[in-house]
Nanobody
Framework: VQLQASGGGSVQAGGSLRLSCAASERSASVSAMGWFRQAPGKEREFVAALRWSGGGIYYEDSVKGRFIISRDNAKNSINLQMNSLKPEDTAVYYC?????????????????????WGQGTQVTVSS
C-alpha cells in the first residue's frame, strides 16, 4: 500500500487549504491514519489522526478548532481541512498510516506508531 498526499500550496494568513491522502489500495489491516508536519529546522510533529475502526479522533492542541480530519471510506482516503491558517502552520505535511493492531490512545500522536508514509506536501502561510 502506498500513500499519495495532495492539496498543499501557498495561502495568506486566515485562509484555508484542504489536504488529501489516498491509499493505493484498500487494506483491511490499516487501523489508523493521520497527518504530521515538519517545519524547517524543527522535528516532525503530530497534527491530527483518526482510527479506521473503533472511533477516536485526535488533534494537536494548536490546531484544535481550526483543522478537521475526516475519512472517505469509498476512496480509502483521509482529508485535512485547514482553516484560519497561521504562518506557524507553514511546514511539509506528511500523511501516515498504521498497518497492524489498532493503536492505543497514547500511540496515536507518536510518529513511530505509523509504518507507512506519504511523500509530503508543502503548506506555506504568509503573513
Amino acid at each position: 500500500v502506498q500513500l499519495q498526499a495532495s492539496g498543499g500550496g501557498s495561502v495568506q494568513a486566515g485562509g484555508s487549504l484542504r489536504l488529501s491522502c489516498a491509499a493505493s489500495e484498500r487494506s483491511a489491516s490499516v487501523s489508523a491514519m493521520g497527518w504530521f508536519r515538519q517545519a524547517p529546522g524543527k522535528e516532525r510533529e503530530f497534527v491530527a489522526a483518526l482510527r479506521w475502526s473503533g472511533g477516536g479522533i485526535y488533534y494537536e492542541d494548536s490546531v484544535k478548532g481550526r483543522f478537521i480530519i475526516s475519512r472517505d471510506n469509498a476512496k480509502n482516503s483521509i482529508n485535512l481541512q485547514m482553516n484560519s491558517l497561521k504562518p506557524e502552520d507553514t511546514a511539509v505535511y506528511y500523511c501516515a498510516a498504521k498497518e497492524g493492531p489498532r493503536p492505543i490512545t497514547s500511540e496515536m500522536r507518536r510518529d513511530r506508531a505509523y509504518n507507512m508514509w506519504g511523500q509530503g506536501t508543502q503548506v506555506t502561510v504568509s503573513s
